[in-house]
Nanobody, 113 residues
Framework: QVQLVESGGGLVQPEGSLRLSCLYS????????MAWNRQAPGKQREFVAF???????DYADSVKGRFTISRDNAKNTVYLEMNDLTVEDTAVYYC???????WGQGTQVTVSS
């Protein structure tokens, strides 16, 4: 049974940075592509970033050049480095095992002055 535990969310000022982490357990992490999605208040959940098993990445247009997804297979962890944050980035961020379609519980990111 795959379990995903996100951490690293919080309150940050506009133009600030945060790094989210997602700790993976229950299966072989290297077998899974991973993704980050987010859901803002009153909006549908949306794709943010993807990383394949061997490191191929993809990003939503809204975060390209500001966010970086990475994975550390030795630590069973996927990261989302977020820079130059704006109030529009405020959302609950969810980690996802994109291969097995398993979601984490989410971590809140609030961008506010």
């Amino acid at each position: 049974q795959v379990q995903l535990v996100e951490s690293g969310g919080g309150l940050v000022q506009p133009e600030g940075s945060l790094r989210l982490s997602c700790l993976y357990s229950g299966r072989d992490f290297t077998d899974s592509a991973m993704a980050w999605n987010r859901q803002a208040p009153g909006k549908q959940r949306e794709f943010v970033a993807f990383i394949g098993r061997v490191g191929m990445t993809d990003y939503a247009d809204s975060v390209k050049g500001r966010f970086t997804i990475s994975r550390d297979n030795a630590k069973n962890t996927v990261y989302l480095e977020m820079n130059d944050l704006t109030v529009e980035d405020t959302a609950v961020y969810y980690c996802k095992d994109a291969t097995r379609n398993v979601w984490g519980q989410g971590t809140q990111v609030t961008v506010s002055s």
